[in-house]
Structure formats: structure tokens, C-alpha cells
């Protein structure tokens, strides 16, 4: 029992193996497929024609989702752990609805958030190197928040005030019927989205909405510069591995501490 234990933690929970990637694989294909199924589902006319077809399918995937799940749980060496973990909760989410279905009606729509199964894709086809990428970007978000944070505080002044100010000027006759209604106006046309079915009619009206919009474009290009100063902050200094670029090595490193290679000796810029 052990032995068996043994061999479908070393398929299921690894993917350095033949048979542990190709159960992986086979396990996305089912995860496309349903998500595939669910969204034709919502289209009427497919599912007058294809709805018997589609709920088989439905319930042979989440079938399949259950004993996998059960399988996951009982060979895990420390199963609460597993439980717990992101992709634990995420697998059990992924087989939840489909069975809460019978209870309450309506729920097998949920059935979409199978898709965050796809991030298995980073540790199936060994996607992980990029994932330092995603986290340079992620630390330059964070050491940027606070600069953001009170740029956005300006921004949502700037929001009140021009709000308030075409409530005033234009008035409910020009579909201005409410300070809220004024904020909402300003909140779409200064992030440039412009939906127009609320125009300002009067001459300074027209004029503070030109001005709106010229300082959408501003507002959404200073964050960006925020957080690329900080970008570049966080990879000056740092070598960059060749081969899995991973940054953040010390300027004396030999070897690259995450994959063990080489790292050029010659970098003296200390930019990879």
C-alpha cells in the first residue's frame, strides 16, 4: 500500500517524470475543455440543441475532479497541508459547484473558476522561471504603493471637484441631476472611457470637459512612471542569471543561488 502511495505521489504532486507530466497535461486538456463546455452552456441556442451533452460532460469531468482530488488528499504525506495550500483550495473549489448544484440551483455556473486550475500550467511545462519576473514587478508595486496611494488621494479630489462643479454648471436638465451622477461623469471621462450618455451641453460645461480630458491622459501615465522608476530601482545593481534570469545576486556570486549555473564574471555594470 505504501508502494502504491509512493508511486502516485511521485505522478500526481511531480512532473519531473514522463508519467508525472503527462497526467498533469491530460488533466489541463479536461480543465480547457470544461471551461469550453460551461461558457457554450450560457449560449442559448447551444444548449436547446447540446445541453444533454454538455451536463454528461459536466458531470464525467467533475467525477473525474473528485477522485482526483481524493487522490490528492489521501497519498499527500501531510494532507491538511495540501488542504490548505492554494492549489488544495483551488481543486476543491474547482469540484464544488457541479455538486452544489443539486442543493442549490443555479450554482453549476461557477463551474468557470475551474479555469484557475490553469495555473498548474507554471509548474507543468516549468513556467516558474518567469515567475521572478512577476516578482520584480510585484516588489516594485509594493515599495510604490505609498507614492501611488497619495497620488490617487489627489486624484480622487480632483474627482469630487470637477464632479461637484458640472453638477453645478450644467444641472439636471443636461442629465446633471446629482453630485454622484457629476462624479460619475468625471470618474468615466477622465480614465478616457467615455461612454456618452452624459454629455455636457452648456459652453463651460464643454470647456471643463475638455480639460477632464486632457488630465485623464496624465493621470494615467504618472502611476506607470511610478512604478518604472521603481522597476529599474529594483534591477540596478542586481546580476541576472543566464539561464533562469533570476536577479538579486550578491556582486561576488559565482553561481546563480535558484539553478546552480554560472553567472558571468564579467558583468560590471552589475545589470544582466
Not at 486538456?29 to 454528461?56: P, T
Request: aromatic share 12%.
Amino acid at each position: 500500500m505504501k508502494t502504491i502511495r509512493k508511486k502516485l505521489y511521485r505522478i500526481i504532486f511531480h512532473t519531473d517524470t514522463k508519467a508525472g507530466k503527462a497526467f498533469d497535461v491530460v488533466l489541463l486538456v479536461f480543465i480547457l475543455l470544461n471551461v469550453l463546455a460551461v461558457l457554450l452552456e450560457s449560449v442559448s441556442k447551444i444548449y436547446e440543441q447540446y445541453g444533454i451533452y454538455l451536463r454528461i460532460f459536466e458531470y464525467a469531468v467533475t467525477a473525474i475532479f473528485t477522485i482526483e482530488y481524493i487522490l490528492r488528499v489521501w497519498i499527500h504525506k501531510r494532507s491538511w497541508k495540501y488542504i490548505f495550500s492554494f492549489y488544495g483550495i483551488v481543486d476543491l473549489l474547482s469540484i464544488l459547484p457541479t455538486l452544489l448544484e443539486f442543493i442549490f440551483t443555479g450554482s453549476h455556473s461557477l463551474a468557470i473558476i475551474r479555469g484557475l486550475r490553469l495555473l498548474r500550467l507554471f509548474r507543468v511545462f516549468k513556467l516558474t522561471r518567469y515567475t521572478q519576473q512577476g516578482n520584480l514587478i510585484a516588489k516594485a508595486l509594493r515599495d510604490s504603493w505609498t507614492k501611488i496611494s497619495v497620488f490617487m488621494f489627489g486624484v480622487i479630489m480632483v474627482i469630487l471637484v470637477v464632479g461637484t462643479v458640472m453638477y453645478l454648471v450644467e444641472g439636471a436638465e443636461n442629465g446633471f441631476d446629482s453630485i454622484p451622477r457629476g462624479i460619475y461623469w468625471t470618474i468615466v471621462t477622465i480614465t478616457t472611457v467615455g461612454f456618452g450618455d452624459i454629455t455636457p451641453q452648456t459652453t463651460l460645461g464643454q470647456f471643463i470637459a475638455s480639460f477632464t480630458m486632457i488630465l485623464g491622459y496624465a493621470i494615467i501615465a504618472v502611476p506607470t512612471g511610478i512604478v518604472t522608476v521603481e522597476m529599474n530601482k529594483q534591477q540596478s545593481g542586481h546580476r541576472k542569471c543566464p539561464k533562469c534570469h533570476a536577479v538579486g545576486h550578491e556582486k561576488d556570486a559565482r553561481f546563480c543561488k535558484h539553478c546552480g549555473n554560472a553567472l558571468n564574471v564579467d558583468e560590471g555594470s552589475g545589470l544582466g
